[in-house]
């Protein structure tokens, strides 16, 4: 059964720089559409990053475009989100998801319009001083 886990949430500084791995159970190349998500306390999930391997597209939320890099590499069946400048704003519970229906955009993914085959069990991070 093919598994996500997510791990490398902290507590880090304000400004400081965070990079967060998702390591799949199973064949991680099959799944062209993931994704980074993210749940502030009080706040729906929301989509953060997402790629789309088969399109080469990535979509970022505006308040992490210049800040968040989503990447995956295949032969570690892992997936990433190298976050850097972090703010306050940033906590939360961050949770990976990927799907194999290639047709899924980087937009339909974040926007939540299609729910992702799979998700993680979330990982916290908290930017405080």
């Known amino acids: 059964q093919f598994h996500l886990v997510e791990s490398g949430g902290a507590l880090v500084q304000p400004g400081g720089s965070l990079r967060l791995s998702c390591a799949a159970s199973g064949f991680f190349a099959n799944y062209a559409a993931i994704g980074w998500f993210r749940q502030a306390p009080g706040k729906e999930r929301e989509g953060v990053a997402c790629l789309n391997s088969v399109h080469n597209t990535t979509y970022y939320e505006d308040s992490v475009k210049g800040r968040f890099t989503i990447s995956r590499d295949n032969s570690k069946n892992t997936m990433y989100l190298q976050m850097s400048n972090l703010g306050p704003e940033d906590t939360g519970v961050y949770y990976c998801?990927?799907?194999?229906?290639?047709?899924?955009?980087?937009?339909?993914?974040?926007?939540?319009?299609?729910?992702?085959?799979?998700w993680g069990q979330g990982t916290q991070v908290t930017v405080s001083s």
């Open positions: 998801a990927a799907d194999t229906d290639y047709h899924i955009t980087t937009q339909v993914l974040c926007w939540g319009w299609v729910p992702p085959d799979h």
